[in-house]
């Protein structure tokens, strides 16, 4: 079992930052891959960024490039969502997600993830 812990979500300006925390608790995998979606009123989840938990790689999707990147902190099982340049059409509950597997080609796909925080709502006011 992993419980997921989001944190950090907010309202900001456009063309602001900010910076999301998921924490997990229980015992995953150093082989498992930790990611954030996102979901829009009136949208379907959209995949953000993953990482591998063993911190080799990262995969982003082509609306994070640039703008977002992941960090994460293994001593404390936390990965880190840092929002540089916020757009209005960045407004969306962000969630934290956990696989147990890392799969190339899968990263954003929602079946790969057994694990789901509640989500954190980040509003960004034009």
């Known amino acids: 079992q992993v419980q997921l812990a989001e944190s950090g979500g907010g309202m900001v300006q456009a063309g602001g930052s900010l910076r999301l925390s998921c924490v997990a608790s229980g015992r995953p995998s150093t082989n498992g891959v930790m990611a954030w979606f996102r979901q829009a009123p009136g949208q379907e989840r959209e995949f953000v960024l993953a990482?591998?938990?063993?911190?080799?790689?990262?995969y982003y999707s082509d609306s994070a490039k640039g703008r977002f990147t992941i960090a994460r902190d293994r001593a404390k099982n936390t990965i880190y969502l840092q929002m540089n340049s916020l757009k209005p059409e960045d407004t969306a509950v962000y969630s934290c997600?956990?696989?147990?597997?890392?799969?190339?080609?899968?990263?954003?796909?929602?079946?790969?993830?057994?694990?789901w925080g509640q989500g954190t709502q980040v509003t960004v006011a034009a």
């Open positions: 997600a956990y696989g147990s597997r890392w799969v190339v080609g899968r990263m954003a796909l929602e079946r790969e993830y057994e694990y």
């Open positions: 990482t591998r938990t063993n911190g080799a790689s990262s």
